[in-house]
């Protein structure tokens, strides 16, 4: 039997004919097709994961999703083979074949497209196209609750991609009292949303240990990172991160996104509201605190003066900045999905 992998990025000639598609992996999800964003029936459908599909002109997707409506559980590989209704493929090849990806985090998967009409349909790769063009990072293990979070509600990158940056404030207020873990889960999550969003690791990830600005992202290029180092024993007395992401800024140039994690409200903030104002870089500013930006809605303040965060309302423009609250630091991975959703909404500068 000859087969053809469908490769990340890569386009195939379909088998001639008719085509019989089935699904490969455990069982819990159901094989679907869909053309403009909405199921449509196939010729013939065998079992959940197996249907017959005649090519007709209309780009169709072949999506994996979870059949108890939920995302799909971490580690859950799914791909699918091709091939005609006969089992061979008159076209030459016998079978072609998008081999398992993992679909963890997922409720639904696009694996590939098919387009044009018999006798000249063709398949295209829908998974890991950013690391097909050389844009992904080598995934870190650390990098998956990041990524399971952004697949719960979004489907691929973000559109458009941007290059983008971390800032963290390195200051007392941040780091004393403060496990380095819980403060490192926090940072896990944002890169780890991050990469799956953009399709690309940040340029760079700025310390602002005042008046010191150093870069420590190549400690965060391994399986297990070292908080404790990282982070450092000795924090910043003054949250001052304005030079910090000016740095970040310049990194990745005008039509970025700089990620800024702070404790509260820094001490620079009127310095970060004027570059703000003049600056094309966009801006998702994420502060520890009770606030109307709190992540979860149903946390956050009622009364006016219960929030902390209120001087931070000039770095909160649609289209170029977004300000988002976070009151519980432990409950960050509970809210995975929250942030995630608050940080690459339908609009705005992150996504």
Not at 148 to 166: L, N, T
Request: charged share 20%.
């Amino acid at each position: 039997m000859t087969i053809r992998h469908v490769t990340p990025g890569a386009s195939l000639p379909a088998p001639a004919g008719a085509l019989r598609i089935r699904l490969d992996g455990p069982p819990g999800a159901r094989l679907e097709l869909r053309a403009a964003e909405r199921e449509i029936a196939p010729q013939v459908r065998t079992s959940d994961v197996e249907v017959v599909l005649v090519p007709t002109g209309r780009d169709v997707v072949l999506t994996a999703v979870a059949l108890d409506g939920k995302p799909f559980p971490p580690g859950f590989l799914v791909g699918v083979t091709i091939t005609t209704p006969s089992g061979t493929a008159p076209g030459g090849a016998d079978a072609v074949v998008k081999l398992p990806v993992d679909a963890g985090g997922r409720a639904g998967i696009g694996l590939v497209r098919v387009s044009g009409a018999l006798p000249a349909a063709m398949i295209h790769d829908l998974v890991d196209t950013a690391e097909a063009l050389g844009a992904a990072p080598a995934p870190r293990p650390w990098h998956r609750a990041g990524a399971y979070a952004w697949h719960a509600h979004h489907d691929g990158p973000a559109s458009p991609r941007h290059r983008w940056a971390v800032v963290i404030d390195m200051s007392a207020a941040m780091l004393v009292g403060r496990p380095r873990a819980a403060v490192g889960t926090l940072v896990e999550h944002l890169v780890g949303i991050g990469v799956a969003a953009q399709g690309s690791a940040p340029e760079c990830v700025v310390a602002c240990d005042f008046p010191v600005v150093r870069d420590i992202g190549a400690g965060l290029d391994r399986d297990t990172p070292d908080w404790s180092t990282l982070l450092g024993d000795r924090p910043s007395p003054w949250s001052r991160i304005t030079a910090g992401v000016r740095a970040a800024a310049e990194a990745v140039g005008d039509d970025g996104v700089v990620v800024l994690l702070t404790d509260g409200v820094p001490v620079d903030v009127a310095d970060l509201a004027g570059w703000f104002t003049g600056a094309t870089t966009g801006l998702a500013h994420v502060a520890l605190g009770r606030s109307r930006y709190e992540i979860r809605p149903d946390h956050r303040p009622t009364r006016w003066w219960d929030d902390e965060l209120d001087a931070l309302a000039p770095l909160d423009v649609s289209g170029r900045g977004r300000v988002l609250g976070i009151g519980d630091l432990g409950a960050v991975p509970a809210a995975a999905v929250d942030l995630a959703d608050a940080l690459f909404a339908t609009s705005g500068v992150a996504g």
